[in-house]
């Protein structure tokens, strides 16, 4: 069974950064996506960024340029740096993975963290 455990939430002033980070067990894949996606309330969940097993990426476009997504495939474990955050940026942020699908749609995924809070404020 896949686990997701996610850390480095926090809050922090407008301009600032964070670093989330992902840790996954419980799969051997050479092959898999990974994700950040995130949920503010009376929102739905949407899509922030995706990595492939090998590196492809992608982003929301709301995020481009702010966030970094990237992996470390010998630890398990996945990264989003966030830097120039935006209070629209405060949400829960989830970590997820699939083994066949990617991309930022919340169905392509079947594994889920319970999520990191980030908060940003003015």
């Known amino acids: 069974q896949v686990q997701l455990v996610e850390s480095g939430g926090g809050s922090v002033q407008a301009g600032g950064s964070l670093r989330l980070s992902c840790a996954a067990s419980?799969?051997?894949?050479?092959?898999?996506?990974m994700g950040w996606f995130r949920q503010a309330p009376g929102k739905e969940r949407e899509g922030v960024a995706s990595i492939f097993s090998d590196g492809r990426t992608r982003y929301a476009e709301s995020v481009k340029g702010r966030f970094t997504i990237s992996q470390d495939n010998a630890k398990n474990t996945l990264w989003l740096q966030m830097n120039s955050l935006k209070p629209e940026d405060s949400a829960m942020y989830y970590c997820a993975a699939d083994l066949y699908r990617c991309g930022l749609f919340v169905g392509n995924f079947r594994f889920w963290g319970q999520g990191t809070q980030v908060t940003v404020s003015y």
């Open positions: 419980g799969y051997t894949y050479s092959t898999y996506c």
